[in-house]
T-cell receptor
Framework: DAGVTQSPTHLIKTRGQQVTLRCSPI?????VSWYQQVLGQGPQFIFQYYEKEERGRGNFPDRFSARQFPNYSSELNVNALLLGDSALYLC?????????????FGPGTRLTVL | EDKVVQSPLSLVVHEGDTVTLNCSYEVTNFRSLLWYKQEKKAPTFLFML????IEKKSGRLSSILDKKELFSILNITATQTGDSAVYLCAVVYNFNKFYFGSGTKLNVKP
């Protein structure tokens, strides 16, 4: 079975631009979470989606938004990019949300903002 | 303020040594604690702990949670160079929030 997939692998943008990152969960998983990982730090929680609804949100500005589609894949959008948005963006999937459950991570998208 | 603190920040050992990694937390409405290993990109799942005092074990790795003292430890025995990685602790709290520590960087020398 395929694991969590993310696209693109790498992305270079300039300040002020907008970016869309994509994630496909493990087959059968209904929950997708997004994380931002800056070099040398642990992943920071951005969003969790379950059954197309937002179930959790971290401390990120409104420039960050996400959605989940009927096939449980998800997109993360970041508007008005700042230099500080440069990071590895990780997507994780789990079977469900709201109860203790293992999350499996994708390989990430490396975003560089110039 | 909610927080997850891992210690030590980094560790250098030789093959065959035993290491203990620590994760302490202060969060509201704790639900579970997870350990991950991150080598290059995607963190890979190691353990999920929800109950105090019950050791989870997988090969040379084991972990235990103390919900009274609010910490968990990850033990690795007979370390190998392939164990070199960043080990991340994550706490799930307040229904759906996930909080990762900064990680412990382990370097196992031959």
């Amino acid at each position: 079975d395929a694991g969590v997939t993310q696209s693109p692998t790498h992305l270079i943008k300039t300040r002020g631009q907008q970016v869309t990152l994509r994630c496909s969960p493990i087959s059968g998983h209904k929950s997708v979470s997004w994380y931002q990982q800056v070099l040398g730090q642990g992943p920071q929680f951005i969003f969790q989606y379950y059954e197309k609804e937002e179930r959790g949100r971290g401390n990120f500005p409104d420039r960050f938004s996400a959605r989940q589609f009927p096939n449980y894949s998800s997109e993360l959008n970041v508007n008005a990019l700042l230099l500080g948005d440069s990071a590895l963006y990780l997507c994780a999937s789990s079977y469900q949300a709201g109860i203790p459950d293992t999350q499996y991570f994708g390989p990430g998208t490396r975003l560089t903002v110039l | 303020e909610d927080k997850v603190v891992q210690s030590p920040l980094s560790l250098v050992v030789h093959e065959g040594d035993t290491v203990t990694l620590n994760c302490s937390y202060e969060v509201t409405n704790f639900r579970s604690l997870l350990w991950y290993k991150q080598e290059k990109k995607a963190p890979t799942f190691l353990f999920m702990l929800t109950s105090s005092g019950i050791e989870k074990k997988s090969g040379r790795l084991s972990s235990i949670l103390d919900k009274k003292e609010l910490f968990s430890i990850l033990n690795i025995t007979a370390t190998q160079t392939g164990d070199s990685a960043v080990y991340l602790c994550a706490v799930v709290y307040n229904f759906n929030k996930f909080y990762f520590g900064s990680g412990t960087k382990l370097n196992v020398k031959p």
